[in-house]
């Protein structure tokens, strides 16, 4: 849709020039693929929640402007993904390879064609704050840490989950800016599955768990979509099936949309955490089946 409110588009040439036009009002622009598909937006580029007035969008802050690498290698041998690299970049980067069967299954509960992809960022779709953010679960489930810049100067760091507090808020305070994302290390060497559930076969996520088992036996549960924001379940060792069904289904907060009835995401929430771990626990030296199709509602 056409930003027929926004009149200046600001080319930061320094990080302090994107912090003050932060602070003046304006907001974060990446790939854009958020702020043009929705009508009515929140100043950090969100839908704004219903009842919610928000002030006008009158500017927009072009990040690629600040020229940051799409994928660097830490000297830990984890990841750092700018959040300005597009969904499409992550993918095919070298540096991701390993990733690159859950990182695509993941990506793909999106609602979102190829040509998304190639201008969708991945750290646009965490600010974007919405419930059915895949882009969210992926971090999430990595165990990825979100680096942000302050308009002081200063870096801080959270759990990525921790960014996304519900549907189109985030934990940024004004003038901050989502640098990248951290991936741990040892990321590569986990397992992954992914389970999805909408209404209908090509919509938008109803329900999304997600799931990881790192090679010393824990167990990890990502919820997003039928819930307003990241619940993040970890064992020491994987649960019975049955025991990841409760966990999910004990979660206190459904998120309600035409996507989908909380109760119907609390059920079906359920159903996806039970396969996930049956996924995550199949024969040793075989991949899970991370498929984002729908499930058997039983």
Same mark, same amino acid.
């Given at each position: 849709m056409d930003l027929v409110?926004?009149?200046e588009l600001h080319r930061p040439r320094t990080r302090d020039d994107a912090h003050r036009a932060l602070l003046a009002g304006a907001a974060p622009l990446a790939g854009g693929t958020a702020l043009h598909g929705e009508a009515h937006l929140h100043p950090a580029g969100a839908a704004a929640p219903p009842g919610?007035?928000?002030? $006008?969008l009158t500017g927009l802050v072009d990040l690629l402007d600040l020229g940051w690498p799409d994928v660097e290698e830490l000297p830990d041998g984890g990841l750092r993904v700018a959040a300005t690299a597009s969904l499409r970049t992550v993918l095919d980067h070298p540096l991701? $390879?390993?990733?690159? /069967?859950?990182?695509?299954? $993941?990506?793909s509960c999106l609602l979102a064609s190829w040509k998304i992809w190639a201008r969708a960022t991945w750290g646009g779709n965490l600010c974007a704050a919405l419930p059915a953010g895949a882009g969210t679960a992926a971090a999430c489930t990595l165990g990825a840490t979100a680096e942000i810049w302050t308009p002081d100067g200063g870096t801080r760091t959270i759990p990525a989950a921790d960014v996304v507090t519900g549907p189109g808020h985030t934990s940024l305070a004004p003038g901050e800016i989502l640098r990248a994302l951290h991936i741990p290390a040892g990321a590569g060497r986990a397992r992954y599955a992914v389970r999805r559930h909408s209404l209908v076969p090509s919509g938008r996520s109803g329900s999304l768990v997600t799931g990881r088992l790192d090679p010393d036996g824990s167990c990890t549960l990502v919820v997003t979509a039928a819930v307003? $924001? /990241?619940q993040v379940l970890e064992w020491a060792t994987p649960? /019975? /099936?049955?025991v990841a069904a409760a966990a999910v289904?004990?979660?206190r907060h459904w998120h309600d949309d035409p996507q989908g009835h909380p109760s119907w995401r609390r059920h079906v929430a359920g159903i996806a955490a039970a396969a996930v771990v049956v996924d995550l626990c199949g024969e040793p030296g075989t991949q899970p089946s991370t498929h984002p199709g729908q499930e058997e509602e039983r």
């Amino acid at each position: 849709m056409d930003l027929v409110t926004v009149t200046e588009l600001h080319r930061p040439r320094t990080r302090d020039d994107a912090h003050r036009a932060l602070l003046a009002g304006a907001a974060p622009l990446a790939g854009g693929t958020a702020l043009h598909g929705e009508a009515h937006l929140h100043p950090a580029g969100a839908a704004a929640p219903p009842g919610e007035n928000t002030p $006008a969008l009158t500017g927009l802050v072009d990040l690629l402007d600040l020229g940051w690498p799409d994928v660097e290698e830490l000297p830990d041998g984890g990841l750092r993904v700018a959040a300005t690299a597009s969904l499409r970049t992550v993918l095919d980067h070298p540096l991701t $390879a390993e990733l690159r /069967p859950f990182l695509h299954d $993941a990506f793909s509960c999106l609602l979102a064609s190829w040509k998304i992809w190639a201008r969708a960022t991945w750290g646009g779709n965490l600010c974007a704050a919405l419930p059915a953010g895949a882009g969210t679960a992926a971090a999430c489930t990595l165990g990825a840490t979100a680096e942000i810049w302050t308009p002081d100067g200063g870096t801080r760091t959270i759990p990525a989950a921790d960014v996304v507090t519900g549907p189109g808020h985030t934990s940024l305070a004004p003038g901050e800016i989502l640098r990248a994302l951290h991936i741990p290390a040892g990321a590569g060497r986990a397992r992954y599955a992914v389970r999805r559930h909408s209404l209908v076969p090509s919509g938008r996520s109803g329900s999304l768990v997600t799931g990881r088992l790192d090679p010393d036996g824990s167990c990890t549960l990502v919820v997003t979509a039928a819930v307003p $924001a /990241p619940q993040v379940l970890e064992w020491a060792t994987p649960p /019975p /099936p049955e025991v990841a069904a409760a966990a999910v289904r004990d979660l206190r907060h459904w998120h309600d949309d035409p996507q989908g009835h909380p109760s119907w995401r609390r059920h079906v929430a359920g159903i996806a955490a039970a396969a996930v771990v049956v996924d995550l626990c199949g024969e040793p030296g075989t991949q899970p089946s991370t498929h984002p199709g729908q499930e058997e509602e039983r």
